[in-house]
């Protein structure tokens, strides 16, 4: 026959049950001291005095291994054991691999002793061995025990709510993080910090050097915690600190972390720490809604004034003002474009500024177009992220956003030749919005840049935009992914670029290159890549014919066979400039 509490077994010391409540115990060290067990003594295993007493079990049945339950105080007469003691040797491990507790017994009406050999294994396993004394009955420890166990769970549940109840008021009272882990610190007496998911400090409360060593505290690798919960976790075996994981709608959003280097943290500690995480998820979920809002408020703003739809300029610079944002001196518009999108992602904008105003107008939200898998939104986020904090640290009153696929910042141009992409401002948000994006990226992925001209009212904006935004198109094309490219730096290829119908110039191509405009035979491919190495060299035979690896006599009737496909070009300057012009379109091709 056996008898157990009704709360739900769980691992050594601690768990969160499915129910979300705590299961506490009494450790076989506490058990030792109640008034039954007054003369109780332990014969074996005083490692394990720390073991934790959650349910008790009497054992007077042969077959009790497969009834016996973790964390369980088993007592016996030895009566099922009485005629084979031969198995008592093996007893200890097959109970200590069960995750017993501890073994109490009666000796003397069926075991006269045990077995010299099952008390070492006992001292070698950590397993308590008690000797009951013959005079207290089951039934009396049975009560006492669990008695002392439900109220010591009561008492601990008791506090937990109280604590919960207070973190809620914070919450409700306007409180964020900070105010969270005050409470949580004053309350257990110990350091506390909030982590995001990459390690970054959310908020901090204690001493300011244990708040600073739970910066280098790598809480994804120690925290052992489950569906089921975390128990108490040790920084390298020391015990110093309490992790638990700060979850909300399935989403881990990171770590609270409580840190005591003197080892001061209980396991009772575990249950406050619990709903203070609690709490701290329904906060950081606030935050988020709030900052889903906020950005997509001035997303659509920026996008307003990019479209040239946001009103006059003195309406722009107030209502900027609101957002932090300084327009009212020159900046330039700076488009970062993730490179490798894919097939059927819209293009950049159209260049006619009423077709861009339309395009603006009916550009989806970050992380709504069809066809993009988990993958691309979650790197399209991490590109806006990277840009957003790199843009805010160098220039406090600079205007960023997210769009659909592209990332836009209106920053401060202040002095200096903005083209010199080596130096100044925007070189540092380049070369830190780079570091941030690349950090933790499951599969490496790069950007293109594109910068604008210098512009000195917002009314000019929807054209910086539209050249930023070519600039990172062809900038792309002509130094392939991760290229930098500013307006001015396009050269022929910016001219190009403003020909607002890609008709007239495939036309154009068409008419003077003829059967060379096409890809479709590789002879002809062949002899348009000794036509452009020709125009390079400025009509050098020798050299041409060096960089093509021909021999001269070769070239010689490449060279007539391309006069009689295109006209004698060789003496015809505008003919050569009309070549050079359709073989740059060309390599546009895409743009």
Known sequence: MSYTTTADPGPPALRLASTGTLTYGLSVGEVLGVSTLNGARLIAGRAGLERIVQRLNVMEVPDILSWVKPNELLLTTGYPLRNTPQS???LVSDLDERGLAALAIKLGRYLDSLPAEMIAQADRRGFPLILLPNDVGFD???NQVLTDILNRQASVLARTEEVHRALVQIVLCGGGLQEVVDEVATLLDVAVVVVDGEQRVLAGAGPDEHVQAMRAFDAGRHAACGRGGCG???????GDHLVVPVMAGGFDHGRIIA???GGALRGTDLGILERAATVAALVVTKQQAVAAVESKYRADFLRDILAGRAGDDDRVIAHCTGFG?????PVMVVVAELDGRPRGAPSAPETDGKARGKAAAAEP?????????????SAQERLAAAWTTAVRRHDRGAAVASFAHEVVAVIGADGGDPAELTAGPVQAMLKEASSIFAEHLPVRRTFSTGISRTVTSPAALPEAYEQAVKAVRVGRQLNGAGARAHFDQLGVYRLLSLVSD?????????????DLASDDEPELVDLRRTLQVLLETNLNVAETARRLHFHYNTLRYRIGKLERMLGAFTEDAHLRLNLTLALHVLRMRGI
């Not at 944002?325 to 001196?329: A, C, E, F, N, P």
């Not at 939200?365 to 939104?377: D, K, N, Y």
């Open 259 to 261: 840190f005591s280097p």
């Open 232 to 238: 108490v976790i040790g920084a390298h075996g020391t």
């Open 140 to 142: 009396d420890i049975l």
């Open 325 to 329: 944002w300084d327009l009212d001196r």
């Open 502 to 514: 890609p008709e007239e110039l495939h036309a154009f191509v068409r008419e003077t290159l003829g």
């Open 88 to 90: 008592l040797d093996n």
């Open 365 to 377: 939200e970050p992380g709504t177009r069809g066809g993009r898998g988990a993958e691309e939104r």
